[in-house]
T-cell receptor
Framework: EPEVTQTPSHQVTQMGQEVILRCVPISNHLYFYWYRQILGQKVEFLVSFYNNEISEKSEIFDDQFSVERPDGSNFTLKIRSTKLEDSAMYFC????????????FGDGTRLSIL | AQSVTQLDSQVPVFEEAPVELRCNYSSSVSVYLFWYVQYPNQGLQLLLKYLSGSTLVESINGFEAEFNKSQTSFHLRKPSVHISDTAEYFCAVLNAGGTSYGKLTFGQGTILTVHP
């Protein structure tokens, strides 16, 4: 069965540094998402992306965050200047050609900010 | 705005016993409902979904959930659990009205631990 893959599985970064989290969505999916889960808290929506633009973003997704689909297969989340509170598990997800189709998640990237 | 409440943060149960994981939601519009499961060190896997039609939905591994609109609930049940069902379970809702572009709202998760 096709999978969403995320790299790296664990990223350790100094505060203030830029970090890029990478995702390869399922190949025929059209909708892409990023979520995060701070330890002990709920999974929170960050952003949705369709047709090469952001469809919706949460309050968390401020100017420090950006997303990009640089080619036909990758979907990236960039955090420009990381803060301690950005430490979390970040999940990428994708879904097919309709919004009510289930989202398929990757295994996540654990981001640790020192 | 939508919210999801999973009433139990942890549910311990013995193998072969029945289990119910509770989920209630709040929304001013129609929603689609999902249960996801997360095994240790893995991502979220879709367990089952309610989009429309029959309010009772089933998964391939024996779980079922029933959409109750009047009680705004989508509880997950299994009549007989296995050790391998030990995982964290997340209930989630998606706005069916088309004004929210795929944003899933999650509950806080329920850790199911099955003891031998």
């Amino acid at each position: 069965e096709p999978e969403v893959t995320q790299t790296p599985s664990h990223q350790v970064t100094q505060m203030g540094q830029e970090v890029i989290l990478r995702c390869v969505p399922i190949s025929n999916h059209l909708y892409f998402y990023w979520y995060r889960q701070i330890l002990g808290q709920k999974v929170e929506f960050l952003v949705s992306f369709y047709n090469n633009e952001i469809s919706e973003k949460s309050e968390i997704f401020d100017d420090q965050f950006s997303v990009e689909r640089p080619d036909g297969s990758n979907f990236t989340l960039k955090i420009r200047s990381t803060k301690l509170e950005d430490s979390a598990m970040y999940f990428c997800a994708s879904s097919g050609n309709r919004l009510n189709q289930p989202q398929h998640f990757g295994d996540g990237t654990r981001l640790s900010i020192l | 705005a939508q919210s999801v409440t999973q009433l139990d943060s942890q549910v311990p149960v013995f193998e072969e016993a029945p289990v119910e994981l509770r989920c209630n939601y709040s929304s001013s519009v129609s929603v689609y409902l999902f249960w996801y499961v997360q095994y240790p060190n893995q991502g979220l896997q879709l367990l089952l979904k309610y989009l429309s039609g029959s309010t009772l939905v089933e998964s391939i591994n024996g779980f079922e959930a029933e959409f109750n609109k009047s009680q705004t609930s989508f509880h997950l049940r299994k009549p007989s659990v296995h050790i391998s069902d030990t995982a964290e379970y997340f209930c989630a809702v998606l706005n069916a009205g088309g004004t929210s572009y795929g944003k899933l709202t999650f509950g806080q998760g329920t850790i199911l631990t099955v003891h031998p």
